[in-house]
């Protein structure tokens, strides 16, 4: 028979390499649903119990290995559910697929009140993703599919979206082979702009290297790079592990601001420069900028002493090729760094009991194990004092900062890595946000460890509504269910823990037990120390 629509987005999917797809069926959907489902021995279908979570899980799945991750959900209310998950893949760098259906065909645009209808669901798209297309006939559907998955891998990576009428799913047309298209080969550096940054790096008495998710996979010319200068390199969220911390040149950024005090030359690479800019918000006088980044209007929203507009690895081995013969042989900073690394130790030690119960995380999961943090006390203090050694194991919402991503994304970084461990830290608010999908885990074997922080409470709001506003609370204190018998429901495992100690014995035999697993930490009201000092430090005298 002649392939429908639907036929040719599934094998479309499985020519570029996806093998899972996490989403809930629907009447809009039917078509594609069924081309799926003959193909489930090539396509894994996961089904979640919210369309935010099916969104979560792509970015999970794809934020974790660098492939794409693909979710499908109804038109309207369906991708607006999954809109948040959207906005993370966009402000995390991740190449994340949204399939979605329409109205039927000839009803898009008359505002006739169809089921699932938006105004204009194809611009909405548009402006969560880097680009959305519509499939009109089947013809259409090879080329608008591997235009898709061009954009996924070309140039600054964001997630993109197709959608197809109800319709046109299940029509059938004789069509060619899908045909796959190369990513766009990214630009050049240019021969002027890196000599230009050469001699800034030459002139350089301290440099700090600062690396962001469009650096992930240029973490060996970066290494090569802090070597060659003696130079340290720090991340906020994303670039976390791409020089691990266990190295002398990996510094937290608690570390990093120690050596930010006399630094003349900040270079960025594949990093927006958040930390410097919008959390440290001083420069040392006389600093300049060097930025090495993909995308060219990063170079005019901050405007940098020399740009290099190309990939992070091409343009750091273009930097390293240009400092040959050009550095002065450089004295061993090693002593300096360690310094900065002992300090930032000690100063964390205040940080309880966040910082305690992150050394227990560490220390229990495996060096190749995943952490999923997510925007809770415990999170915040992550990005401080959780040590990462390789990247993409730090898995980050990046700016959105979208309260109650963590568990959800935590089950998609699982289905990427069966074989590793995954640990998501949570807050009792973001929790259940996601909390349903715990019926997922158990239905579907993702045997993922997530530790809730209970302390009735949105800790951060709370805070600020004590510190600025006289106590006055409003919103900030919660009436929690008790989570362990609501995850024993669910057929998760679960315990309660209230000390460090016990929170490594919890881990050690959930890891042992491999299944879907609830660890709730109990606490006061109140009790975790603030993060923003480390997070928002004062500027130096």
């Not at 790079?225 to 906020?236: D, E, F, G, S």
């Not at 009735?456 to 204190?477: H, K, L, M, P």
Request: charged residues 20%; glycine residues 10%; contains cysteine.
């Amino acid at each position: 028979m002649t392939p429908t629509t639907g036929d040719v987005i599934a094998d479309a999917l499985i020519a570029h390499g996806v093998d899972t797809v996490f989403g809930i069926p629907g009447a809009h959907m039917y078509d594609l649903n069924d081309a799926l489902a003959r193909r489930n021995n090539t396509l894994r279908f996961v089904t979640t119990r919210h369309e935010q979570g099916a969104g979560y899980m792509a970015f999970g799945y794809a934020k974790s290995t660098g492939r794409v991750g693909t979710y499908t959900v109804v038109p309207g209310p369906g991708v607006l559910n999954s809109g948040a998950a959207l906005c993370t893949a966009y402000g995390a760098n991740a190449p994340v697929l949204c399939l979605t259906g329409n109205i039927m065909s000839h009803l898009i645009g008359q505002g006739r009140g169809q089921l699932h209808e938006l105004s204009d669901q194809l611009a909405l798209l548009r402006g969560l993703t880097k680009w959305a297309e519509r499939i009109n006939h089947p013809s259409e559907a090879g080329t608008v599919m591997a235009q898709a998955f061009q954009q996924l891998r070309s140039g600054r990576v964001r997630p993109v979206a197709v959608e197809t009428p109800w319709d046109v799913f299940g029509q059938r047309a004789a069509v060619r082979a899908v045909e796959m298209l190369a990513p766009v080969p990214p630009p050049l550096p240019d021969p002027d702009s890196v000599q230009a940054a050469a001699r800034l790096i030459a002139a350089a008495r301290k440099p700090l290297i600062m690396v962001g998710a469009g650096a992930v996979h240029a973490g060996d010319e970066i290494l090569e790079l802090a070597q060659r200068l003696q130079a340290p390199v720090t991340a906020h969220r994303s670039g976390k592990g791409i020089v691990g911390e266990h190295l002398p040149y990996g510094l937290s950024m608690g570390a990093a601001y120690d050596w930010w005090q006399d630094c003349d030359l900040l270079i960025g690479i594949g990093s927006r420069l958040e930390l410097q800019h919008m959390r440290w918000r001083w420069m040392p006088p006389g600093l300049k900028t060097l930025r090495i980044d993909i995308d060219p209007t990063e170079m005019v929203r901050l405007k940098p002493t020399v740009g290099l507009v190309t990939d992070a690895a091409l343009g750091t081995r273009a930097l390293l090729q240009a400092l040959e013969g050009l550095l002065p042989s450089q004295t061993s900073r090693l002593e300096a760094l360690i310094a900065c690394k002992q300090r930032d130790l000690a100063a964390l030690q205040s940080l309880q009991p966040q910082v305690s119960y992150l050394q227990v995380i560490r220390d229990v999961l495996p060096r190749d194990g995943f952490f999923v943090e997510e925007i809770a006390q415990i999170g915040f203090a992550a990005r401080l004092a959780f040590p990462v050694y390789a990247p993409r194991q730090y898995v980050t919402c990046g700016y959105q900062d979208n309260l109650g991503f963590g568990f959800n994304t935590a089950l998609g970084v699982k289905v990427a890595n069966p074989d590793k461990v995954v640990i998501s830290v949570n807050g009792d608010g973001g929790f259940m946000f996601g909390v349903q999908e715990l019926a997922t885990a158990v239905q579907h074997g993702i045997n993922v460890i997530a530790v809730v922080f209970d302390n009735a409470s949105f800790g951060n709001v709370r805070r600020d509504q004590t510190e600025r506003y006289d106590s006055r609370f409003i919103g900030a204190e919660l009436r929690n269910p008790d989570f362990v018998k609501l995850a024993e429901s669910f057929g998760a495992r679960a315990e309660r823990v209230s000390s460090p100690a016990g929170l490594r014995g919890a881990l050690e035999r959930s890891i042992a037990a491999d299944v879907p697993a609830v660890i709730v930490v109990q606490s006061e009201r109140g009790s975790d120390a603030s993060p923003w000092p480390f997070l928002h430090p004062a500027p130096y005298a």
